[in-house]
């Protein structure tokens, strides 16, 4: 069995849902959510899996993570900029242009942010 399946598995029983009523929840057969458990099916399709992730009541990530689909970096950014969907796209462009500039002038004579000042 796949990480992918046991996490899937260990999910479905915890709410006690059978592989059919699973199936039925996603619109998927029973023998397709036997194959996932299993591991026969190795990469099965991201909707699927995400059809799946809402029956059992959890974020789709834990699945498309444990999928190889996404990685840690996708859903843990080096860079994580909050409030964006506040901003319009006048707003965007504004941040865009002084991102831009911020690269230009750290690129322009090859000196670092401290040698700037």
Not at 22 to 31: E, I, P, Q, R, T
Not at 69 to 88: A, C, Q, R, V
Request: charged content about 25%; aromatic content about 6%; glycine content about 6%.
């Amino acid at each position: 069995m796949s990480n992918l399946g046991q996490l899937i598995k260990s999910k479905r029983e915890a709410i006690g849902l059978s592989q059919k009523k699973l199936g039925s929840a996603c619109k998927l057969s029973d023998s397709e959510i036997m194959k996932i458990e299993n591991g026969v099916r190795k990469k099965p399709n991201w909707e699927n899996l995400c059809k799946i992730a809402q029956a059992l009541n959890f974020h789709p990530f834990e699945l498309l993570l444990a999928a190889g689909y996404i990685s840690e970096k996708d859903i843990h950014p080096d860079t994580n900029l909050h409030g964006l969907e506040n901003l319009d796209s006048s707003d965007i462009n504004c941040v865009q242009l002084f991102i831009d500039f911020m690269i230009s002038r750290k690129s322009t004579d090859g000196k670092s942010e401290e040698g700037l000042e």
